[in-house]
């Protein structure tokens, strides 16, 4: 424990490092996978294609890609580009098929109901498709960010300086505290940005704690009244009394358009 007290301001400042590269290839990865996680849910015929290609991103090896990527686009092997770039690559992996469930999971009486209204394709993602696929698309967040955290730590192995320092140094030089020092950085950073994470839906996505709070005390019909509810302040914020209520318009046309 006296080493760690010694180089706290050492792991702070790696800590820092860290969770900056982690933080550039979470973002990028979620704002890549929405087209992607979109496509595959629009166009069934890719859907397959979509999901398989992006999820066999994560089969690559680490150090081969950090060796395949700088062969391909020109830049430095031991960069952080290239580090961030590997990971932001492994999110996508993981995040695209949870945009694709999330819009699966959205209730085709709301999606229509939204069309009734003169939504237009865009519109009607961004205000009603995309806010109730969100409880999904955190879930498939949340693991993305644990993941990418984790990670990060081998790039170390291409000179990438953060939290992985600790482990190949203290591994070289023997001392059980830089290792421990190291672990426990990697998954008090994890646990602070999950937690945030969590938040951040609660505060964005009140009605899933609606529907919680009613369902454990009022069962299946509690849950699909929170759900309508939802779909109403989606739709309508104001709490306009003519806001969607689902099956109470009339369908204009089904699937997917």
Known sequence: ??????????????SVVHLRQSLIAIVC????????????????????????????????PSLALFMLLPALF?????????LVIALTIYAIAILVRAVADGLDSVD????????????GPLRRFLTVEFPLAGPV?????RVAAVSTISLATVGILIGVTNLGYLFTAGLQRRLIEEVFAGVVAVLLIALVVDLLLVLLGRALMPWTRLGTRRGSGSGTR?????GDRAASAVIDPAG??????????????GGRG
Do not use: C, H, K, Q
Request: hydrophobic share 55%; glycine share 12%; net charge negative.
């Open 1 to 14: 424990m006296d080493w760690i007290v010694e180089n706290l301001g050492m792991i702070l400042d790696l």
């Open 29 to 60: 990865g979620f704002a890549l996978s929405v087209p992607l996680g979109w496509a595959a849910w629009r166009y069934t015929r890719l859907r397959g294609w979509i999901i398989v290609a992006t999820g066999l991103l994560y089969t690559i």
């Open 74 to 82: 020109g830049y430095s092997a031991i960069s952080e580009l290239n």
């Open 108 to 119: 085709p009486v709301v999606r229509e109901s939204a069309t009734a209204l003169g939504y």
């Open 137 to 141: 698309i955190l879930a498939g967040l």
């Open 222 to 226: 509690s849950g699909a009244d929170a």
């Open 240 to 253: 306009d009394p003519a806001a969607i209520e689902p099956g109470a318009l009339p369908v204009a046309g």
